[in-house]
């Protein structure tokens, strides 16, 4: 199993990007998918999830009303649209598929429910 992730960079505060994650090695319509950062010196943070069909979205705190999380199955990519970014979103972001199929929810906000992972995408956000 392969995730690539990709799309990071540097954007003022304010401003947006969009991850993708394109997944190769599994059948990627049957596993939810999850994003996490890693900011340097901190732990890993849940960032969003989306379950196998794409019906059902979660998010962390932190993020809510700003990130959108979405997937094309037909392309076995998911998307990470990220606006009204600020300062404290800086961190590597990686992209994970759940340890188990046709899951929706469940821990997903729990890293070791994930059993692939990306090789994570640095954004950095300029006050």
């Known amino acids: 199993v392969q995730l ?3 799309g990071g960079g540097l954007v003022q ?16 319509s049957s596993y939810q998918m999850g994003w996490f950062r890693q900011a340097p010196g901190k ?3 849940f960032v969003a999830a989306i379950n196998w069909g794409g019906f059902a979205t979660y998010y962390g705190d932190s993020v809510k009303g700003r990130f959108t999380v979405s997937r094309d199955n037909a392309k076995n990519t998911v998307y990470l649209q990220m606006n009204s ?3 404290e979103d800086t961190a590597v ?5 759940h340890r188990r199929a046709y ?16 090789q994570g995408t640095q954004v950095t956000v300029s006050s």
């Open 103 to 118: 899951v929706s929810g469940g821990y997903y906000y729990t890293p070791s429910e994930y059993d692939y992972w990306g």
């Open 4 to 6: 690539q992730a990709s």
């Open 93 to 97: 972001y990686y992209c994970a598929s």
């Open 43 to 45: 732990e890993r943070e």
């Open 85 to 87: 970014l600020k300062p």
């Open 13 to 28: 505060a304010g401003g947006s990007l969009r991850l993708s994650c394109a997944a190769s090695g599994l059948t990627f």
